[in-house]
């Protein structure tokens, strides 16, 4: 169990429908963040995660958006009544702690959402 | 807010260039600085750090000195290989308050190394 697992890589989705996206941090991580990245622009904070809870939600573009995550392992973002402007390639990352400076994110491959 | 800016790309070099990308950033208190990169078909990884002012961040040839006068952390190679094409990000660290704990990302520059 190497590093950072998001799935499904690749996702097409007809507008107005409901999707969840998978992220399985390394083993031991306790942080975790979600960020999208839209086609030609940098990386937008979502949220991140301190064990189960969230300190900062500030990321969440609508309340359309949420994310859970479970016995400080696996998270999934759903995105509700998904619109075009939500295509976009949602990547989750991991950190031993939180202190970014003593303990790097890791970064899974993503998973390219597609709103048609 | 805290915020980071790059310099636009994309960047096309030949092999053996020296290469620059400009970082800026605005941010309250003592962020710390990241560079990350990206490789064709891979993750975003961490490539150096900075975390007070003055410190230099140096791997794999790459080095970038955290300037707290000029507010900036600008990633530097001397001679640049194929292999460096990548896309690399400049990110910081808010110090403090709601933005603790998490990374802000510049947009990103793409570099392309030709032989």
Known sequence: ?116 | GNSVTQMEGPVTLSEEAFLTINCTYTATGYPSLFWYVQYPGEGLQLLLKATKADDKGSNKGFEATYRKETTSFHLEKGSVQVSDSAVYFCALRGAGGTSYGKLTFGQGTILTVHP
């Open chain 1, 1 to 116: 169990g190497a590093g950072v697992s998001q799935s499904p890589s690749n996702k097409v989705t007809e507008k107005g429908k409901d999707v969840e996206l998978r992220c399985d941090p390394i083993s031991g991580h306790t942080a975790l963040y979600w960020y999208r990245q839209r086609l030609g622009q940098g990386l937008e904070f979502l949220i991140y995660f301190q064990g189960n809870s969230a300190p900062d939600k500030s990321g969440l573009p609508s309340d359309r958006f949420s994310a859970e995550r479970t016995g400080e392992s696996v998270s999934t973002l759903t995105i509700q009544r998904t619109q075009q402007e939500d295509s976009a390639v949602y990547l989750c990352a991991s950190s031993l702690v939180y202190r970014q400076e003593t303990s790097p994110l890791h970064f899974g491959n993503g998973t390219r959402l597609t709103v048609t």
